[in-house]
């Protein structure tokens, strides 16, 4: 690790300002006309706003406050949707490496790849995946694919662009089923209704997936049973932290076991304080050996650096499913990221600097 590595934290944020009002570099942890919480919005899909930007900008000082408590120089820039102004910033600016925030640009997940496809034109070392990866785990049918290409289990799925596609004589899963947006991440279009038991609910929210998202549906069957998160960092020998678990225990009766949109970023709602993070989950040293080797594999195939999440189901007979290889997962203060890094025994600081740390010593 180079000594005072100058880190730009770099991320983006919709600000609803005029144009000569637009100063969003931060230099050495001074923030210049960075502006309020009240001139900004999240990143909107449809008509749902990604919160999982918000939650970026709530943490950037905290991240750039505990990088400097290890020494680094930072910098802090907000792409605001325009890509010139970052290839400017990374013109102007000498950066050891950007720590990679951007999980959208104009409201379009994919464009999240093309971001990371910038720092690799202009040769600018970077945290985490590589655009190819982004792209590939964004996809989610092509990611179940790659996996059960290799024998790791993903749920049975299919595929729909439209409703009338879905014949009840022609259909090969069994209800219930779970409904989703086949290109979106951070739980965007999981909803409670999302669970589907019978034909008129799936075909219906089919429907709503596709005209709201403008993407084909994935139908999954869906697994009851635990939900674990396994947080990984590192390259050649990536290490597998303490894995967590959601607790559904404090969930209404009625609603399914899964983690919406609201569980996820909603404060206040039913499914956000009904989904618990606790860590470590109680396994038999079977089951754990089994879910990190399951969860090494995923992060392998799918080509992962640096660090990532990957989200396992375990049906009533303890077999893994994975739901989602997730490249540069949340790692806010309260995430399940967070929580894992804690039971290994690293700060939130520790953390920071071991993906740092591997991200360099990966481009050296």
């Not at 730009?8 to 001074?30: H, M, P, T, Y």
């Not at 983690?259 to 038999?284: M, Q, S």
Request: net charge negative; glycine share 4%.
């Amino acid at each position: 690790m180079p000594e005072m590595a100058h880190i730009a934290i770099v991320f983006n944020e919709l600000i609803v300002e005029s144009e000569e009002a637009r100063k969003f570099a931060v230099e050495a942890g001074q923030a210049m006309a960075l502006a309020s919480s009240s001139a900004s919005i999240a990143s909107v899909v449809g008509n749902v706003i990604d919160l999982s930007e918000i939650g970026v900008v709530e943490e950037r000082e905290r991240m750039q406050e505990a990088l400097q408590q290890k020494g680094y120089r930072t910098s802090l820039f907000n792409i605001n949707g325009d890509i010139k102004r970052l290839i400017k910033f990374l013109e102007e600016t000498k950066v050891d490496l950007v720590f990679n925030l951007c999980e959208s640009l104009r409201g379009q997940a994919i464009n999240e790849m093309h971001v990371a496809g910038i720092y690799e034109l202009m040769n600018v070392p970077y945290t985490g995946a590589a655009p190819l990866a982004l792209g590939t785990c964004l996809n989610k049918v092509r990611t179940k694919v790659i996996l059960d290409a290799h024998g790791i289990s993903t749920a049975r799925h299919a595929l729909y662009k439209r409703a009338e596609e879905i014949n009840l004589d022609d259909l090969r899963l069994s209800f219930p089923m779970i409904v989703k947006p086949s290109r979106e991440d951070a739980s965007i279009g999981i909803e409670n209704s999302s669970v589907v038991r019978d034909i008129e609910s799936l075909r219906q929210r089919v429907v709503f997936v596709v005209k709201t998202y403008n993407q084909p549906a994935l139908v999954e069957e869906y697994i009851e049973g635990r939900e674990l998160n396994v947080a990984i960092i590192g390259n050649e020998r990536p290490t597998i932290l303490p894995i967590s678990e959601i607790d559904f225990s404090k969930l209404p009766p009625n609603y399914p076991k899964i983690v919406t949109y609201n569980a996820k970023w909603v404060e206040g709602t039913a499914e956000y304080i009904g989904t618990v993070g606790t860590c470590p989950a109680k396994l038999t040293p079977e089951v754990e050996q089994r879910v990190r080797d399951i969860a090494r594999q995923a992060y392998t195939l799918m080509e992962i650096r640096d660090y990532a999440r990957v989200d396992i189901r375990l049906d009533a007979s303890n077999t893994p499913y994975v739901l989602e290889v997730n490249p540069n997962p949340d790692i806010s203060r309260d995430t399940g990221f967070a929580r894992s890094a804690r039971a290994a025994g690293m700060t939130f600081e520790d953390m920071l600097a071991k993906i740092i740390e591997t991200a360099l010593e990966r481009t050296r």
